[in-house]
């Protein structure tokens, strides 16, 4: 069993419309979640970061985190091509060493 | 420019070769990563330091090395025991205190 599991799509949406990421992990004692972008052939880019149940808003983005269901969300509001991107969830688990776990990513593709 | 710099961007190496990559950040960060990257599949811990002059095996370490011998510098190995070492090679650090990870432009390493 994957300890990050993500679609890796691709997601299509057209330009302005709202991208929903999704994101389960399997460690029930994680601590805190990340979500990065990243272009092809580029590195990972850290744009949310959320440590607590619900929702954090930052600009178009948002972060929704459910422990309880070991689901973890990013919405992209008025989605622009330039958001056309892998996304990449990543799970700090807990322990001596806090292990940050990455899935393999959801790629979108926002259509003009 | 305060960063994290990968140098060189693209590698070539021949078969047999032992070739390093080397990471440099100036941002004061305790913490460094190496990390490796394959088509479709989520990032992969190589190495990992969290103080000068100590680093521990991540979840592929076997083919490579490393040395931290300055905070600014976490260098990686990639040894001629690494039997399939073309890849996509991170490197990521950590603020005192913090849980993100932020990264390098990467280094792009193919075997000939």
């Known amino acids: 069993q994957k300890e990050v599991e993500q679609n890796s799509g691709p997601l299509s949406v057209p330009e302005g419309a709202i991208a929903s990421l999704n994101c389960t992990y399997s460690?029930?004692?994680?601590?805190?979640f990340f979500w990065y972008r990243q272009y092809s052939g580029k590195s990972p880019e850290l744009i949310m970061s959320?440590?607590?149940?619900g929702d954090k808003e930052d600009g178009r983005f948002t972060a929704q985190l459910n422990k309880a269901s070991q689901y973890v969300s990013l919405l992209i509001r008025d989605s622009q091509p330039s958001d056309s991107a892998t996304y990449l969830c990543?799970?700090?688990?807990?322990?001596?060493?806090?292990?940050?776990?990455f899935g393999t990513g959801t790629k979108l593709q926002v259509i003009p | 420019d305060g960063g994290i710099t990968q140098s060189p961007k693209y590698l070539f190496r021949k078969e047999g070769q032992n070739v390093t990559l080397s990471c440099e950040q100036n941002?004061?960060?305790?913490?460094m990563y190496w990390y490796r990257q394959d088509p479709g599949q989520g990032l992969r811990l190589i190495y990992y330091?969290?103080?000068?002059?100590?680093?521990q095996k991540g979840d592929i370490a076997e083919g490579y090395s490393v040395s931290r011998e300055k905070k600014e510098s976490f260098p990686l190995t990639v040894t001629s025991a690494q039997k399939n070492p073309t890849a996509f090679y991170l490197c990521?650090?950590?603020?005192?205190?913090?849980?993100?990870?932020?990264f390098g432009p990467g280094t792009r390493l193919t075997v000939l």
């Open positions: 330091s969290q103080i000068v002059n100590d680093f």
């Open positions: 990521a650090s950590t603020p005192t205190g913090w849980n993100e990870q932020f």
């Open positions: 959320i440590y607590s149940n």
């Open positions: 941002l004061n960060h305790d913490a």
């Open positions: 460690d029930r004692v994680s601590q805190s």
């Open positions: 990543a799970v700090l688990n807990s322990g001596g060493y806090q292990k940050v776990t």
